[in-house]
């Protein structure tokens, strides 16, 4: 899991502690992990995700409570339109819209 890998660092930072969180109960002790969760991030700060109804947004922050539901700003609307002024959307306060992909390209954005 710490070798080096080529491709995105988000994808690959979701990877592995999604790996950690699958064998916490077997290689890794269960509070071992949320110390790792709480510390870390499984979605890095500034890294571009698509939520479900179509809107790149970039992470803004975390949540300690929800580490799957960060705070997002949205760059691009569902129709790939830029938004101005950006909107802030704290997702654990929305309980319909979420992550379906990580680690977007930048080039996204120059469309």
């Known amino acids: 899991?710490?070798?080096?890998?080529?491709?995105?660092?988000?994808?690959?930072?979701?990877?592995?502690?999604?790996q950690v969180i699958d064998m916490r109960r077997t290689i890794f002790d269960t509070k071992l992990v949320k110390v790792l969760i709480n510390i870390g991030s499984i979605f890095p700060l500034g890294s571009l995700v698509k939520l479900n109804n179509n809107e790149i947004g970039q992470v803004t922050g975390t949540s300690h409570l929800h580490p799957t539901r960060p705070k997002v700003e949205i760059l691009l609307d569902s129709r790939a339109r830029p938004q101005k002024p950006l909107r802030k959307m704290i997702l654990e306060e929305e309980p319909m819209v979420y992550i379906v992909n990580l680690a977007i390209a930048k080039g996204v954005l120059k469309k």
């Open 1 to 18: 899991m710490a070798h080096p890998r080529a491709g995105r660092p988000a994808l690959v930072v979701y990877n592995v502690l999604k």
